[in-house]
């Protein structure tokens, strides 16, 4: 089985901030791998799929708000997504560079079997 996490912020840094906000994106990527679950009963079914999740967190990398833009396509993963949200919050606290009072981002998510 696979599970994949990664990334997009909605808006680029530039020059060092890049550098912090690629190590913040990592440290995002690497909870939410820790922490991604694949449903037994997806397991079993041998059912996969991938969704896209807007994020949205605050200075201190609570999460505020999450909208899944794209769901799975399956009802098991789609519950999984909330359950998901719970676990990883907070988030780690975002680079003082990107000093917007929330950060919006978007977190595409895989679940695969190998």
Do not use: C
Request: glycine letters at 6%; a neutral charge; aromatic letters at 4%.
């Amino acid at each position: 089985m696979g599970l994949t996490a990664g990334v997009v912020m909605a808006a680029g840094a530039t020059g060092a901030n890049a550098a912090d906000a690629t190590s913040w994106k990592r440290s995002i990527a690497k909870v939410v791998a820790q922490k991604q679950v694949y449903p037994r009963s997806a397991l079993r079914r041998e059912i996969e799929g991938s969704a896209r999740v807007k994020v949205t967190i605050d200075r201190d990398g609570k999460i505020a708000n999450f909208e899944m833009l794209e769901d799975t396509g399956h009802e098991v993963l789609n519950r999984e997504v909330p359950k998901l949200m719970e676990r990883i919050n907070p988030l780690p606290t975002p680079p003082s560079d990107l000093s917007d009072a929330e950060l919006t981002f978007i977190l595409p998510l895989s679940w695969v079997l190998r």
